[in-house]
């Protein structure tokens, strides 16, 4: 099956600083990807949609001011938690898939802990 | 929107045994059913998919099968083995390039 990859997969940082989570299709095109949160047991929560070239679909509640949204090419999209707090401490998970394609391949996830 | 229920939300059974997973769906637009399996602190890997032109899908000790008139799609897993053990999550899509929808989750355990 197709590759995603996400970077890094674990990062520490400190209340107020700004965190940036890469998604890659590493063999395949996506023009759309998409993000994801994931609290401990539950289910995953769509944040919101990656459109390459374009301006980014947030699900209601997610600000977007807070979560920038890139994704400047057909294999990369990023994620930005700018002026990060403790309760943004989640496991953040993009997926991707291939045009013309139903199916959605996951990254590994990245584990955000805000100290 | 569509809404996806997933039951049970905790599953054990003895390893060898058979495990059934199932959900319903409420958007008769989805059309595509994929089933994830997510082990603890990974990302969701897709084990199985099903397209609703068709009834039932196996690969190996793994099927689905799709009833479009109810609404309701079932993971089966023969043989069951400790290293099936995780979380299984299904979802729901109507067309290609959307989002899915998912199921709440199942925390399946095999017991060796």
């Known amino acids: 099956g197709a590759v995603v990859s996400q970077h890094p997969s674990r990062v520490i940082c400190k209340s107020g600083t700004s965190v940036k989570i890469e998604c890659r299709s590493l063999?395949?095109?996506?023009?759309?990807m998409f993000w994801y949160r994931q609290f401990p047991k539950k289910s995953l929560m769509l944040m919101a949609t990656?459109?390459?070239?374009?301006?980014?679909?947030?699900e209601q509640g997610v600000e977007k001011d807070k979560f920038l949204i890139n994704h400047a090419s057909l294999t990369l999209s990023t994620l930005t938690v700018t002026s990060a707090h403790p309760e943004d401490s989640s496991f953040y998970i993009c997926?991707?898939?291939?045009?013309?394609?139903?199916?959605?391949?996951f990254g590994p996830g990245t584990r955000l802990l805000v100290l | 929107g569509e809404n996806v229920e997933q039951h049970p939300s905790t599953l054990s059974v003895q390893e060898g045994d058979s495990a059934v997973i199932k959900c319903t769906y409420s958007?008769?637009?989805?059309?595509?059913f994929p089933w994830y399996k997510q082990e603890l602190g990974k990302g969701p890997q897709l084990i199985i998919d099903?397209?609703?032109?068709?009834g039932e899908k196996k690969d190996q000790r793994i099927a689905v099968t799709l009833n479009k008139t109810a609404k309701h799609f079932s993971l089966h897993i023969t043989e069951t083995q400790p290293e099936d053990s995780a979380v299984y999550f299904c979802?729901?899509?109507?067309?290609?390039?959307?989002?899915?929808?998912f199921g709440t989750g199942t925390s399946l355990t095999v017991i060796p």
């Open positions: 997926s991707a898939g291939d045009r013309g394609s139903e199916t959605q391949y």
């Open positions: 063999d395949f095109q996506a023009t759309t």
């Open positions: 990656s459109n390459e070239g374009s301006k980014a679909t947030y």
């Open positions: 958007d008769s637009a989805s059309n595509y």
């Open positions: 099903i397209r609703s032109n068709v």
């Open positions: 979802a729901a899509s109507p067309n290609t390039g959307n989002q899915f929808y």
